[in-house]
């Protein structure tokens, strides 16, 4: 039997701050930077420079001790750490821990995870022969060391957090998020963890503190020309065109690379994207969802196992699928009630269709059957793709070889606007597969969607509620606003094709609405679309982990 890993003393730390934090980071492996962290690693960078090294061994004898970023394991206390500095003289040495704010003015000196964490490293000390007996926190925000004694009092408290983490890395689920904690809102993994979310989800609170997203900088970089390629140099992606530069891109500023057909990448600037957990996405040059490259991926095997037990309950299956295309016809009423052009402003929307199709919502939320849904699903698509030409403005229709739409058609497209519907509904795919393994799920598995060879199964049945929302309605949007023509289109008897200028035209009309911030429906706060989508993603895990009773779809009003 092997045995368990060791535990690193900053999680001991987060434990004793809220092991919900602690499990998430060391069993489930999230993490997400925030302004905290990256202060806190840019305040470590000269103690991470030291050597790590100590004398071989303890010495009486020894002079002045002054050794910085030590590394130290024991297999009797289970933990490993490195150590900011030990500083003494011959076999007495203390740790000093730095730490980025302000000393708290407590009458502990410090918080009780600071406190645990510098005891745990005394006490790793200890286990290496040397005399520890008390140790330092040192507040680089204040400059002031604050001595901490490693009293009995603290050892048992520090060896009970240690004991305690290891009892809880045991269990399948993590603890229950606090609630209302004022600990919650400087805390980096709020947007995994949820707190306030789960808590109104289990009717443990009223009302949900918004969610204040990092600033969107890092954006997709497509490449189109089948004549580019892609390299590393430093900091930067630089796209070439037959050997000659045309295009760079930050690394940093690079939330995914997306290719094109042809296009070729470095295996340098491959291997860097996988390090950085940048995605690499393949397109076909028609515009078609191939797959996409990342690094190890997500270790959480607790999501996928339960991602994949539901997936073997039918009861379970119908649940979710009921929820999701009831969601989805929904917001196809709403956006043709939104978007209705086909008579002059002041006359109502057809009542006969919107009733269709609140009518289909209920009859697919009460289905007994997949196969059911399946029948409810196609007769729902019939009644909105047999009025989506309605949302469409008349003079954009009455254009030469305009926008014409007899009902939906695929492999290949016949028409511009089936083209743009298939272009749209393939970046809508691609994207909820990249996010859906960011959080650790597997695109592939799914619910209602049958798997198949290359089907991204989940990607598919999350995205449903998200058809109309933001493929079709970029698509009005583009087509409306004149940014996608009827001369951006190859139309021959094998199908009808979108032109690279007009493709890149409706690529940063698709980036715009998923940059659009909408409110939500249930938490009240305003959130991007991409945003959202991770969200949602989470959420489906909470459900397949049984926090919260039910999956909560999302449906616009």
């Known amino acids: 039997m092997d045995s368990p890993p060791h535990i690193p003393v900053r999680m001991v730390n987060e434990f004793v701050y809220c092991p919900r934090l602690a499990y998430m980071m060391w069993v489930q492996g999230e993490f997400a930077h925030n302004a905290d962290t990256v202060e806190g690693a840019i305040r470590h960078k000269r103690v991470d420079q030291g050597d790590g090294k100590l004398p071989a061994a303890p010495d009486q004898e020894m002079e002045n001790i002054h050794a910085r970023s030590v590394a130290l394991s024991s297999e009797a206390l289970g933990i490993t750490a490195k150590i900011d500095l030990v500083e003494g003289k011959g076999i007495a040495v203390q740790p000093v821990d730095y730490k980025k704010g302000k000393r708290p003015h407590v009458p502990a000196g410090a918080y009780a995870p600071e406190r645990v964490q510098v005891c745990a490293q005394g006490l790793l000390l200890r286990e290496h022969g040397y005399q520890c007996d008390s140790g330092f926190l040192y507040f ?30 045991q269990e399948d689920t993590p603890p229950p998020p606090l609630v209302d904690s004022p600990k919650c809102s400087r805390c980096s993994l709020i947007g995994i963890c949820l707190p306030d979310e789960i808590g109104l989800l289990t009717q443990q609170r009223m009302d949900v503190r918004p969610i204040y997203p990092q600033v969107e900088r890092a954006l997709p970089l497509y490449v189109q020309s089948p004549a580019s390629y892609v390299r590393k140099a430093g900091e930067q992606l630089i796209i070439e065109e037959n050997r000659e530069r045309v295009a760079e891109a930050r690394l940093m500023d690079t939330s995914q690379v997306v290719l094109f057909g042809h296009c070729g990448i470095s295996t340098p600037a491959l291997h860097e994207c996988c390090r950085r957990e940048i995605p690499v996405t393949f397109m076909s040059y028609g515009g078609w969802f191939i ?34 295309v009831a969601a989805k016809i929904q917001n196809c009423r709403t956006l043709l009630r939104r978007n209705w052009k086909e008579y002059d402003k002041s006359a109502k929307t057809p009542e006969e269709l919107l009733t269709g199709l609140r009518k289909d919502a209920l009859r697919a939320a009460r289905t007994d059957s997949l196969q059911a849904l399946l029948g409810v699903e196609g007769n729902a698509a019939r009644r909105y793709f047999e009025q989506f030409i309605a949302m469409i403005s008349p003079d954009k229709r009455a254009l030469a070889g305009g926008f014409d739409f007899k009902g939906r058609n695929r492999r290949p497209p016949k028409d511009p606007i089936n083209a743009l519907l298939s272009f749209a509904y393939a970046m809508l795919i691609r994207e909820w597969t990249i996010t859906l393994s960011a959080v650790g799920l597997d695109p592939y598995r799914g619910f209602y969607h049958q798997m198949r060879f290359a089907r991204p199964a989940l990607a598919l049945d999350m995205m449903e509620p998200f058809r109309p929302l933001v493929a079709d309605s970029t698509l009005i949007t583009a087509i409306n606003n004149g940014e996608v023509k009827p001369e951006d289109f190859i139309v021959t008897t094998a199908g009808c094709n979108l032109k690279s200028s007009g493709r890149k035209r409706f690529i940063a009309a698709f980036e715009r609405r998923l940059a659009q911030e909408v409110t939500h429906p249930i938490f009240s706060y305003r959130i991007s679309y991409r945003r959202l989508f991770e969200v949602q993603a989470r959420l489906l895990i909470r459900y397949l982990t049984q926090e919260i009773p039910r999956y909560p779809t999302f449906i616009t009003r």
Request: include cysteine; glycine fraction near 8%; charge should be positive.
């Open 140 to 169: 680089v925000g204040s400059r002031e060391r604050v001595k901490v004694v490693f009293d009995d009092t603290l050892v048992a408290e520090t060896m009970a957090a240690i004991q305690g983490l290891r009892t809880l890395s």
């Open 291 to 324: 797959g996409h490259c990342v690094g190890t991926g997500h270790h959480n095997v607790q999501t996928r196992t339960a991602q994949y037990r539901t997936s073997f309950d039918d009861s379970a299956c119908l649940h979710l699928a009921r929820r999701l």
